[in-house]
């Protein structure tokens, strides 16, 4: 092992126990920002053959994490420094959490001694009492006999069971503690089976079927825990053998192709009112699903629930229940449960009623047709759907595309109007609705997948991470941003009212030129103010693979306040 050749003989340290403990367990990635005391470690790792990516933010380091996380089930790497570093992290680390991706957070520490009697350390902070309550666990590593079942730990955590974000705490001391080389090695420890199947009971499986069995109008949602799962297979032949409607959560979007005749999603707000029993796959029922009742499932008020009966499939014994009755639950690694739920289906499953399905294929021609039409059109200024229309057309051309989207109108005319066709091809603002994702993301989906990536950004949303082009064009990763200009935050024709000189808080900078930001680190910048100027940048753009940015200029009145979530604003709901 090189290792042992640059550690002076027979002894390595902290540093190299670090790298190797991770090279063991196939982790050849690193997302970063360096400083005291992780420079030298991430020299040391680049040398050792890892790849370093180093960020300049690290939020956007965090991102990329979790985005590795979610798209490989190998928990992804993100390394900061101390307090303000870390802190940086965290906001990553939490939104991972949250979003049930698997990343690792390490951060470099200072003196326990001199933290822990508040005597003022360098970058002083008690980051692992901070971190706990917002990620899934939490560890320090004080020893470098030690490391190999710290990282031991912190893989399993991030993996296992519902996955999550995980903390890992590395003081300075530590890298440089020296060992042992044989002994070091020997403490490593190679994760066996880290996210271990588990298998839901038969009995479960039959109350779940037998639900089925009976329902009416059955649907399915496909959620991302379905997209995470990498059960791609089984998930197609349990949908297509049972012939139930479904609806993909937006990031299940393409785990079966949005043209799928099973498809429910143009006709969302009929199937969600009218269904009776409803099987959530790695989908909570949460905010995104109006907590599983209210108007949106034909409940006759807010609050009261519409009657239909939910299966859940999760890894997560505590989700039934959390917000409606789950009459169903269906316990276990998706991949398990989808197959045991095939195996029990029987040769001969009836379809559903052909009342149900033709009453939603009717619906769904009338709004596809209608959503024709309104692409069809060709506005002067452009305005989303025209805009969108192009990568529409992309996605479909190269559905092996990654398609990373935050905003707010930016991301929910997305949503809706670009179809996927393959699984883990949407990336965005998840659980939270969380704007800052987008170059992180962007810059982990290039690296992991190779493939090209189109961000489609607010021009908000895309300000969160926006200095992360530097970091694409450092890297000559293969990613078009396409930014939907519309001066603003929800639309560019707020005013202030108050008579001062100041723009109301929603407006940006008329006619801004972020095409020049990615010109000014020599990747391409391009103003498209017109579907064919579009075209034309974005065809060049993925045939290329060099960094782009498409500066797609926007009716500045095209979009609604908050997008689709207008009714959550506390104005809106006085009004109620
Ligand atoms: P969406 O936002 O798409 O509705 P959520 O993030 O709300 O999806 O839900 C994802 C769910 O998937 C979580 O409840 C999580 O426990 C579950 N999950 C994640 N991975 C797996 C897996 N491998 N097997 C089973 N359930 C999983
Ligand atoms: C970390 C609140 C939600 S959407 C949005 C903000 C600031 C930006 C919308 O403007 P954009 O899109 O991106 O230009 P468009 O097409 O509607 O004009 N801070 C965080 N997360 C969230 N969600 C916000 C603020 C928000
Ligand atoms: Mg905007």
């Known amino acids: 092992m090189t290792t042992e050749t640059q550690t002076q003989g027979t002894t390595t340290d902290g540093f190299h126990l670090v790298i190797d403990a991770l090279k063991l367990n196939d982790i050849r990635t690193i997302y970063a920002l360096p400083g005291i005391p992780i420079t030298d470690f991430l020299r040391m790792s680049q040398a050792e053959g890892m790849r370093v990516i180093s960020f300049r933010h690290e939020q956007h380091a965090g991102n990329a994490a979790a985005a590795a996380g979610f798209l490989t089930q190998k928990p992804g790497i993100c390394f900061t420094v101390s307090a303000p570093g870390f802190l940086n992290g965290l906001t990553a680390l939490a939104n991972a959490t949250t979003n049930c991706f698997p990343m690792i957070l390490v951060s470099g520490s200072s003196e326990r001694e001199i933290v822990d009697l508040q005597q003022g350390d360098y970058e002083e902070m008690d980051q692992l009492a901070i971190a706990k309550p917002l990620c899934k666990a939490a560890f320090r590593v004080l020893h470098a006999e030690d490391i190999g079942v710290g990282i031991a730990r912190a893989i399993r955590a991030a993996v296992s069971g519902r996955p999550g974000g995980v903390y890992l705490d590395l003081p300075a001391k530590l890298f440089a503690q020296t060992m042992d080389a044989e002994a070091g090695k020997k403490s490593l420890i190679k994760v066996v089976d880290a996210a271990p199947k588990q298998i839901p009971g038969a009995d479960a499986v039959k109350r779940a079927v037998d639900l089925l069995k009976g329902a009416k109008k059955p649907l399915i949602i496909l959620g991302k825990g379905a997209a995470y799962a990498q059960a791609d297979a089984e998930i197609k032949s349990f949908v297509e053998k049972t012939g139930i409607p479904y609806l993909p959560m937006s990031m299940a979007k393409g785990l079966l192709p949005d043209n799928h005749a099973q498809s429910a999603s143009a006709a969302r707000s009929y199937v969600l009112a009218e269904a009776d029993v409803v099987m959530l796959v790695g989908a909570r029922l949460n905010w995104l ?41 269906v316990i276990g690694d998706i991949g398990s449960c989808i197959a045991a739920l095939n195996g029990a289906l029987g040769a ?47 996605i479909k051309e190269r559905p092996d595309a990654v398609l990373v989207n935050e905003g ?30 987008g170059m992180g993301f962007a810059v982990a989906a290039a690296v992991e997948t190779g493939k090209p990536v189109i961000a489609v950004e607010g021009d908000s949303a895309f300000g969160f991470s926006g200095m992360e082009v530097e970091t694409i064009c450092r890297y000559n990763l293969p990613v078009c941003i396409v930014i939907l200009n519309n001066n603003g935050i929800y639309k560019g024709t707020d005013q202030n009212t108050s008579g001062t000189a100041d723009m109301a808080p929603t407006q940006f900078v008329k006619n801004a030129r972020y095409d020049m930001m990615m010109q000014a680190f020599g990747g391409a910048g391009v103003m498209a103010h017109t579907p064919e100027e579009l075209k034309k940048a974005l065809d060049e753009a993925v045939a290329s693979g060099k960094p782009t940015l498409i500066n797609a200029v926007i009716d500045e009145g095209a979009g609604t306040e908050s997008g689709r979530i207008t009714s959550l604003n506390p104005a809106a709901a006085k009004k109620k």
């Open 289 to 329: 699903l109006s907590h599983g009742k209210g108007k949106t499932w034909g409940g006759a008020g807010s609050k009261q629930a519409g009657g239909q009966q939910f299966i859940q499939v999760d890894i997560s014994p505590t989700e039934a229940d959390s917000n409606v009755a789950t009459a169903a639950p």
């Open 348 to 394: 001969n499953w009836a379809k559903p009623p052909a009342d149900w399905t033709g009453a939603i294929a009717e619906r769904k021609d009338k709004n596809l047709t209608k959503m024709a039409e309104t692409l069809a059109k060709n506005p002067s200024p452009m305005n989303f759907h025209s805009a969108l229309n192009v990568i529409r057309d992309k």
């Open 408 to 437: 707010a109108n930016a991301l929910d005319f997305t949503r809706s109007i670009v179809d996927m066709y393959e699984p883990r091809k949407r990336l965005d603002v998840g659980t939270w609705g969380i704007m800052g994702i």
